[in-house]
């Protein structure tokens, strides 16, 4: 009979014990999907008003606040004002981690950026693979000048084995979706190619005493030029 007390008095402490641990301990607090998103949207909103009112700062630290909510096209814009210099100091490997941030979730201007970024080794090590790699991922997508980055790399055999099939593909993509500069490049590897057929349609005499003139050097777009194929005109306020 004792032993029977003392049993039911230990479970007895043991329910207490359970209960004041559960009163004790401190419940966790959830932030609701929907009031992140309205702090996200918010701050994109405030962002636009600022960026319009050509207010840059301003609109620089609204970018930030949505894209440290995880929104993929402040994330964008961030990198974007970081890489030009817009509202804060100009900083390639700030630009080069929000575009990151923004391309893995997904989005195609990020990720061509990001690989432009690897082009010109600007924020991140000179790499053509990591470079096409990113440009694919765009291009795969519908992006135009990522279509028109692939192709150039294509051309050039930057990143990838050089291909002109692959070349004239991609520019074609692009040049569809009313890129001029694909346009251009395409119009002029399509000659390059004829000429080269015709030129190789008959055997002609080696001749010692000429030198075969040297290729022409292909451009290599400039970071600060839209030719470049990667660059906007301003941060998606969208």
């Known amino acids: ?44 909103d405030a962002a636009k008003d600022a960026y319009q009112n050509k207010d840059y700062s301003k609109a620089a630290e609204w970018f930030r606040k949505a894209a440290e909510l995880g929104d993929a096209k402040a994330q964008y814009s961030l990198g974007t004002a970081y890489e030009k210099g817009q509202g804060v100091a100009q900083d390639y ?17 990020a990720q061509n950026n990001l690989g432009f970024l690897y082009k010109q080794g600007q924020g991140v090590p000179l790499d053509y ?10 291009a795969e997508q519908g992006y135009a000048h990522a279509q028109l980055n692939l192709g150039l790399a294509y051309r050039d055999g930057q990143g990838v084995k050089q291909d002109r099939a692959q070349a004239v593909q991609w520019l074609q993509k692009a040049a569809a979706q009313g890129d001029e500069q694909a346009q251009a490049d ?7 190619g004829k000429s080269a057929a015709k030129n190789t349609s008959v055997v002609k005499p080696v001749q010692a005493t000429k030198t075969q003139a040297p290729p022409k050097k292909s451009a290599t777009p400039s970071p600060a030029k839209p030719s470049g ?3 906007q005109a301003s941060p998606s306020t969208q």
Not at 9 to 36: D, H, N, R, W, Y
Not at 93 to 109: F, I, N, S, V
Not at 186 to 192: A, D, G, P, R, V
């Open 1 to 44: 009979m004792k032993q029977h007390s003392m049993i039911s008095l230990g479970m007895v402490l043991l329910i207490f014990g359970a209960g004041m641990i559960a009163c004790t301990q401190q419940p966790v607090k959830t932030v609701p999907e929907e009031s992140v998103q309205s702090a996200m949207q918010a701050a994109k």
């Open 93 to 109: 490997a700030q630009a080069a981690q929000w575009y990151r941030k923004a391309a893995d979730q997904g989005l195609a201007q």
């Open 129 to 138: 693979a990591q470079a096409a790699e990113w440009f694919r991922k765009a």
């Open 186 to 192: 395409l119009k002029e590897l399509k000659s390059t």
């Open 229 to 231: 194929g990667s660059r």
